[in-house]
C-alpha cells in the first residue's frame, strides 16, 4: 500500500475539470485508490466521490493506492497534483 499527502495548489482547487482527469487516470489501472480529506474517505475511481471532497485551493488529501500497479497509478496521479492539475 502506497500513501502519499498532497495539497492542491492551483488557484481553482479540485473542481469539476480536474475531478473527472482524476477519475480518468485512476481507472486505467487495477489498483484500489482512496483519497481522504478531513474524515472524509473515498473511492477516487468515482467522480461523485471526489466532487463530494469539496477541495479548494490548499487543501491537504491522503491519497492511498493498494494493488499490483500502486507504483504506476500513484506516480502518474500524483504528478497530475503536482502539476497543480495543468492549470498553472
Same mark, same amino acid.
Given at each position: 500500500?502506497? !500513501?502519499?499527502?498532497?495539497?492542491?495548489?492551483?488557484? *481553482?482547487?479540485? #473542481?469539476?475539470?480536474? *475531478? &473527472?482527469?482524476? @477519475? /480518468?487516470? *485512476? &481507472?486505467?489501472?487495477?489498483? !484500489?485508490f482512496?483519497?481522504? /480529506?478531513?474524515?472524509? #474517505?473515498?473511492?477516487? /475511481?468515482?467522480?461523485?466521490? @471526489?466532487?463530494?471532497?469539496? &477541495?479548494?485551493?490548499?487543501?491537504s488529501?491522503?491519497?492511498?493506492?493498494?494493488?499490483?500497479?500502486?507504483?504506476? *497509478?500513484?506516480?502518474?496521479?500524483?504528478?497530475?497534483?503536482?502539476?497543480?492539475?495543468?492549470e498553472?
Amino acid at each position: 500500500m502506497i !500513501e502519499k499527502e498532497v495539497k492542491i495548489i492551483n488557484n *481553482a482547487g479540485l #473542481h469539476t475539470r480536474p *475531478a &473527472a482527469t482524476i @477519475v /480518468k487516470l *485512476a &481507472a486505467q489501472f487495477k489498483s !484500489e485508490f482512496f483519497i481522504n /480529506k478531513d474524515g472524509l #474517505h473515498i473511492n477516487g /475511481k468515482s467522480i461523485i466521490g @471526489v466532487m463530494t471532497l469539496a &477541495a479548494e485551493k490548499g487543501s491537504s488529501l491522503i491519497l492511498t493506492f493498494e494493488g499490483p500497479d500502486e507504483e504506476e *497509478a500513484s506516480k502518474e496521479i500524483l504528478a497530475y497534483f503536482e502539476r497543480g492539475f495543468d492549470e498553472m
